[in-house]
C-alpha cells in the first residue's frame, strides 16, 4: 500500500441487523470526532467502511462485490475498512483476496479505527479482530444527534449455540453492559433527540445486571425518564423469556405490544437438531403467556427453510405454526451452510430447488398472515412517532405501536406522537388520517 493522504470525507455503509445499524452510528461520530465529516450524497467518500454481516453466505459473499465496486477508472480506490461480521470471521481472508482494502476491523475493535487509519495513510494494513477487555462502549465518543427513534445496544454475544448459526463465533460470548453506562446512554440518546428507543442484542433478554436482575428493571428505568415516550426490545430467545419481562409487557405502558420471537421451525424434531432447546409447544406456551400480559400485543418471528435433514412433512409443521399463530411481521430464510457450525456438515443437506419452493410457500403464508394483521387494525386509533417525510407534498411516515408503517398528509413535524385513525390497509403499510 502506497502512502494517501488523511482522509477527509467517510461514508459507513452497514448490512444485516440493526447491532450493525447500531456500530454504523457510533463508527460515523467517531469518525466525525477525528474531523472527518460525511461524504455528500453522490460524491465519493476519501473513507469507506463496510461493516459487514456474515449470518448467510450470500450476505457474506456481497462484501466482495461491493469492495470491487469501490475501484475507481483509473484502477485507484478509496481507504477501505472492512468492519462487521465478515471481518471477524475473515480477518486474513479478506486481505489476501482483497488488495484494496487497508483496514480489517471487528464488532469488539472498532474504538481503535483511528489509529488504524492513521497507519494506512502511511501505507500500513492492518486487522484488528480482538474482543478486548477495555471495552469499545467506553472509549466511544458520547451521542450527539440522532433521529426519533434510536438504537441502544445493551447485550452483545450469544451463549446458545444453535447448530446453524454463526453469532456465537462472530460476536462471541454473551456479555450484558452494566446498568449506569445504559442509563446514562439513554439520557443522552434522549436529550439528542429519541423519543424512542429500542434496545438491541443478539439475546436482549438474556440481559442481567451485577445484581442478576433482568431486562424489565431497565425497561422501568428507561420508563421512568421524562421524554421518553416509546421502549422496544429485539432480539429475543423464548428460553429467556422470563415471569418479570412478560409482566413488564402488561404493567408498563410504554412498551410497545410488539415481540420479536424467533421461532425457526414448526417442527419438535428440527427444532432438537437445530439446538433450539424449546419445543413446539413450548414456545406457544409462552406466546400465550405474553397475550395475557398484553392482549393487542403483535407478534414476529425467523424462520429457516430447508434445514439439514427436513422432510416435507417437517416443513409443512412450519406453515402450519404460522398460520395458527398469525403474525404481525416475519423474516424467512433459506438455510445456508455456514463454516465452522455443526449444521454445515450434517446429513441431508437440502437441495437448492426445494428450499425455493419451500420458501415461497412459507412467506406466502406469512404475507397472508401480515396483511391479515394490518387489516384487523383497520378503524383502529393510535399514535404514530413521526420518523421522516413521506414521498409527497404534506406526507410523514411513521410507525404505530404495533410496529408497522404509517402514512398520513397533515400538520406535523418529525419526532411528533400523533393520534390517527388507521383507514386501509397494505401488506407493508397502512393509510392513517390526523384526528
Ligand atoms: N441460514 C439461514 N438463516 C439463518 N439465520 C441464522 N443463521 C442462519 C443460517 N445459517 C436466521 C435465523 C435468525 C436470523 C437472524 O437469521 O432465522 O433468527
Ligand atoms: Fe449479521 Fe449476525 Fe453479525 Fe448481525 S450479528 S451483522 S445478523 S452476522
Partial sequence: MRPTPPPRTYRVKSFGCQMNVYDGERMA??????????APDGEEADLVVLNTCHIREKAAEKVYSDIGRLRREDGTAPLIAVAGCVAQAEGEEIMARAPSVSMVVGPQAYHRLPG???DAVEGRRSVDTDMPAETKFDALPARRKVGPSAFLTVQEGCDKFCTYCVVP??????????????????KKLIDAGAREITLLGQNVNAWRDDSNRGLEKLIEALAAMPGLARIRYTTSHPNDMTQGLL?????????????HLPVQSGNDRVLKAMNRSHTVDSYLRIL???RAARPDIALSGDFIVGFPGETDAEF?????????VGYAQCFSFKYSPRPGTPAATMD??????????????????????????????????????VERRGRYDGQWLGKSPWLQSVHFTGDAAIGDLVEVELVEAGPNSLAGRLV
Avoid at 461520530?29 to 460525511?38: K, R, S, V, Y
Avoid at 409482566?247 to 415481540?259: C, G, N, Q
Avoid at 406469512?366 to 393510535?382: D, E, I
Wanted: hydrophobic share 45%; with cysteine.
Fill in 29 to 38: 461520530e467517531l469518525l466525525a470526532a477525528e474531523g472527518i465529516t460525511p
Fill in 116 to 118: 488504524m487509519i492513521a
Fill in 169 to 186: 463465533y462472530t460476536r462471541g460470548a454473551e456479555i450484558s453492559r452494566p446498568f449506569s453506562d445504559l442509563v446514562e446512554e439513554a
Fill in 247 to 259: 409482566e413488564a409487557h402488561r404493567d408498563v405502558p410504554k412498551l410497545m405490544p410488539f415481540l
Fill in 288 to 290: 400465550d403467556q405474553v
Fill in 316 to 324: 409443512e409443521d412450519t406453515v402450519k405454526l404460522v398460520e395458527q
Fill in 348 to 385: 441431508g443437506q437440502v437441495p437448492m430447488a426445494v428450499m425455493d419452493e419451500r420458501l415461497q410457500r412459507l412467506q406466502a403464508a406469512l404475507n397472508a398472515s401480515q396483511t391479515a394483521f394490518n387489516q384487523a387494525s383497520v378503524g383502529k386509533r393510535c399514535q404514530v412517532l
